[in-house]
């Protein structure tokens, strides 16, 4: 089916260093998209990102995910709009 389910502590890294971890990832190779409907975590050199399910190309240059929090860019928090900022 050209598809990937793995489940259970899920990691999966990139040539370019980012690191992502979650409970369940789908990679969908004829749709070119990953996916995760389990909280995760993802960082990169260029920043850090959580929230509870995601859906992404391979290359995370589109994604959309899910109750996002604790995004970071190069280390400095990024307010996403309607986001209280923390103390």
Do not use: M, W, Y
Not at 1 to 9: N, P, Y
Not at 43 to 63: H, I, M, Q, R
Not at 72 to 77: A, E, T
């Amino acid at each position: 089916t050209q598809s990937l389910d793995a489940r259970g502590h899920v990691v999966a890294t990139s040539s370019g260093g980012r690191v992502l971890h979650t409970e369940h990832l789908i990679f969908d190779r004829n749709q070119n998209r990953i996916t995760s409907d389990s909280a995760f975590t993802s960082t990169s050199p260029k920043g850090n990102l959580k929230g509870a399910s995601f859906e992404s190309d391979p290359s995370f240059k589109n994604v959309s995910v899910d109750k996002p929090r604790d995004l970071r860019v190069k280390g400095k928090p990024f307010i996403i709009p309607g986001q209280d900022a923390k103390p």
